[in-house]
């Protein structure tokens, strides 16, 4: 849009300039058409907004309504908190920290507070001060030479190719200049990934990718040559995804470009699979086996794995293959049956896979049972936009969270929602050459970081406002949520917690026996 554009002023001015030859009045309407042109020109040329850059004077009608939305919401559109799957509301305050402008509310809250799931946090008369810079946590359990301090929230996996090559560079250097930690996404550790300099969770998924053999197996060559890396700072071992757990998938040929055939380690012409499964290993004890390898491969650096939570009893037969090998991942990442992805089957998307919250409480309570929680940390994503969403997920046991598509938000999504469709009008997520320049990396880095550490500004204020030291401090009991319009419970109460080897000595809790007893080492069935 950007080239037609110019091409379309230049056939205009030739044409007006003829026209104010042969007949004076095209003069006076090459004046009228003149602060258009103006118009277009300082949108093409600016870097700060990807949608007036990519489609000069025609992007200007989304700020101009932006503008007067308020008004047009109030009486006919939707309201601040309507908006699939984030509100506007949500959006806004992404928007917001990432420029550092304006993002506090007027007029009071627009949430029912009466309504069945409103949740809130008691604050303390006696507030304290909480200072962002120590909203960090270690990862790196007693097998690991190489432990990672992390901060509370970092970029959770997005593959280049679903995202564009500008989209990863801005990603990598705003991790960079806020000192947080970016996932590579099942597609390979790439070039754009590394340019920047920022911290890097390589994740490893079922097809190998920049770790494979040409059969598409897990190379231990190729992925010592990455994993030891000094920018790679842990390993991540993909299970499976919140969005379409236990769903393969594949990569076209006709998408295969040199570039692509040479980062994920796949030949040209051929399709190329990610299977639902991996074949590095097949029972939990072989997994913690894998994770042995990987560990040793990267030179000692955490390894852990992401999967979200279908059937309990594999979750359990993993803590028993931990028990039986002595084996132990530095780290899981809990995905949420609600976390987003660039495409996946409806039926997915909405009906297969454990909900964030009980998912992350379900292996929270299965290491502790076993007697391992203070070996492993746990990492959440599902929908994290706000310092509430982070202060209530680690009052509810985790360490740690991932967010993806609020970062994609910080980047210039408008959430549009083609992802799917290679023509995204932000260029974030999208390979099309005109849209992706669109997305200028120097301005969209200083936005990735301005956002993560507006946020942790709100976390230390909120952990202040409860009268709180830090985040080891938050327990369930400090979030409270409205079950019913007269019936408010804390999450200690709304949720079983399980005591430390709970799980391991009898009487077994009910809600577990089952699956407990089910549960081997030997195998996931």
């Keep these: 849009m950007r080239t037609l554009f110019f091409i379309f002023a230049a056939v205009l001015v ?8 042969l007949w004076p009045i095209g003069l006076w309407s090459l004046i009228l058409v003149a602060p258009i042109l103006a118009i277009g020109f300082n949108d093409a040329l600016q ?60 007029f009071g809250t627009q949430l029912d507070v009466y309504r069945t799931g409103y949740e809130w946090l008691n604050h303390s008369i006696l507030a304290s001060h909480v200072s962002p810079d120590n909203l960090r946590f270690k990862i790196g359990g007693p097998d690991c030479r190489a432990p990672y301090s992390s901060s509370i929230l970092n970029i959770s996996a997005m593959s280049f190719g679903a995202l564009s090559k500008n989209a990863v560079l801005a990603l990598n250097g705003g991790a960079k200049d806020g000192g947080f930690a970016h996932n590579t996404g099942e597609g390979g550790l790439t070039p754009y990934h590394l340019q920047n300099g920022g911290d890097i969770i390589w994740q490893v998924g079922t097809g190998y990718f920049s770790a494979r053999t040409p059969d598409g197996r897990f190379s231990e060559t190729e992925f010592h040559k990455r994993a030891t890396l000094p920018q790679v700072k842990m390993i991540e071992l993909k299970i499976s995804q919140g969005a379409k757990p236990g769903h393969g998938g594949i990569l076209p040929a006709a998408k295969i470009t040199k570039e692509i055939s040479e980062i994920r380690g796949v030949p040209m012409g051929q399709d190329v699979l990610s299977p639902p499964s991996h074949s590095a290993f097949s029972t939990p004890i072989e997994m913690m086996q894998f994770i042995k390898t990987l560990r040793e491969g990267s030179g000692g650096k955490p390894v852990g794995f992401k999967f979200c939570v279908g059937k309990r ?26 976390g987003g992805t660039g495409a996946a089957p409806l039926e997915f998307s909405n009906n297969v896979g454990t909900p964030e919250i009980e998912g992350m409480i379900f292996v929270h309570n299965a290491l502790v049972g076993f007697g391992l929680r203070d070996r492993v940390k746990i990492l959440t994503s599902g929908k994290v936009t706000t310092a509430f969403d982070i202060v209530k997920r680690i009052a509810l046991g985790v360490d740690g969270i991932y967010a993806a598509r609020a970062f994609m938000l910080s980047l210039g999504c408008i959430q549009a929602l083609r992802c799917n469709s290679n023509h995204c009008p932000t260029g974030v997520a999208t390979q099309d050459k005109a849209l992706v320049s669109g997305l200028v990396v120097t301005d969209k880095r200083k936005r990735v970081a301005a956002f993560h550490h507006e946020t942790m500004r709100t976390v230390a204020e909120l952990l202040g406002a409860m009268g709180l030291e830090s985040i080891s401090d938050l327990k369930p009991w400090h979030v409270m949520r409205r079950v019913s319009q007269f019936d408010i419970r804390h999450y200690g109460e709304i949720f079983e917690y399980l005591e430390r080897g709970s799980l391991k000595t009898g009487p077994l809790p009910k809600n577990y026996a089952r699956a407990v007893e089910m549960a081997r080492a030997e195998s996931f069935r």
């Excluded at 200007?60 to 309504?65: I, P, S, T």
């Excluded at 047009?72 to 917001?96: A, H, W």
């Excluded at 009893?313 to 609600?338: H, M, N, Q, S, W």
């Design 313 to 338: 009893r594999e979750f359990l037969a993993i803590c028993k293959a931990i028990e039986k090998t002595g084996i132990a991942p530095d780290y899981i990442d809990v995905d949420g049956g609600e």
């Design 14 to 21: 030739l044409v007006e300039v003829a026209l104010g030859v």
């Design 47 to 106: 870097t700060r907004q990807a949608i007036r850059r990519n489609f000069p004077v025609l992007g200007n009608f989304r700020y101009v309504f932006e503008m007067i939305r308020p008004e047009i919401n109030q009486y006919f559109v939707e309201s601040n908190s309507d908006g699939k799957p984030f509100s506007r509301e949500q959006r806004s305050l992404v928007y917001q920290r990432a420029k550092h402008q304006l993002d506090t509310l007027p």
